[in-house]
C-alpha cells in the first residue's frame, strides 16, 4: 500500500475573473476587488487588489485577509437591502480597508470608505484616504450577486 501526502501549505486557488463592484449613486464605479487568491498557511486567507479611483484620487493596494469577511458582509448586505438593519460594516482585520454602510431615508444609502497604509519599513509613514459617498438601495442586489459569485467558488 503506498500513501500519498499533500503540503497543504501549498495550496492556492486563483480566483482571477471575479470582481466585485461598489458605485456612487450617479453609477460611478468607486471601487474595486479583483485577482482573488486562497492559500493554505497557518489558515486559510485570501489576498484580492483593491482599486478605488474617486475624483482626482487614485488607490491600489494588495490586501490579505480571512475570506469569511467576504460571507460575513454579504449576509449583512442582504439584511440592509431588507431593512432588518440600518448599518452594516466590511472591516478587515488590519484595518487597511473599512467600509461602512449606512441606510438612510427613501432608500439612500450613506457610504465611507476608509483606507488605510502603513509602510513596515519606516514605522513613521502613515497615509489614509476616507471618502463618502451615496449609493441608492437598487444597486444593492446586483453588489450581492457579485458576492455569491466570490463565495460560490
Known amino acids: 500500500m503506498e500513501l500519498f501526502f499533500i503540503d497543504v501549505s501549498q495550496i492556492i486557488i486563483h480566483m482571477q475573473n471575479e470582481m466585485i463592484h461598489f458605485y456612487d449613486k450617479h453609477r460611478r464605479l468607486v471601487m474595486s476587488i479583483s485577482h482573488f487568491t486562497l492559500?493554505?498557511?497557518k489558515e486559510v486567507m485570501m489576498s484580492f487588489s483593491v482599486n478605488i479611483s474617486y475624483d482626482s484620487f487614485l488607490h491600489s493596494a494588495v490586501i490579505e485577509d480571512y475570506p469569511y469577511l467576504f460571507e460575513q458582509f454579504r449576509n449583512e448586505l442582504e439584511e440592509l437591502y431588507v431593512c432588518q438593519?440600518?448599518?452594516?460594516?466590511?472591516a478587515l482585520t488590519e484595518r487597511q480597508l473599512c467600509l461602512d454602510f449606512e441606510y438612510r431615508e427613501y432608500g439612500q444609502i450613506f457610504c465611507a470608505l476608509h483606507v488605510d497604509?502603513?509602510?513596515?519599513?519606516?514605522?513613521?509613514?502613515?497615509s489614509s484616504l476616507h471618502i463618502?459617498?451615496?449609493?441608492?438601495q437598487s444597486f444593492l442586489p446586483e453588489l450581492i450577486r457579485e458576492f455569491d459569485v466570490l463565495i460560490e467558488q
Open 39 to 41: 492559500q493554505q498557511k
Open 85 to 90: 438593519r440600518t448599518k452594516v460594516s466590511f
Open 117 to 126: 497604509h502603513y509602510d513596515l519599513a519606516d514605522e513613521m509613514y502613515h
Open 132 to 136: 463618502e459617498f451615496g449609493l441608492d
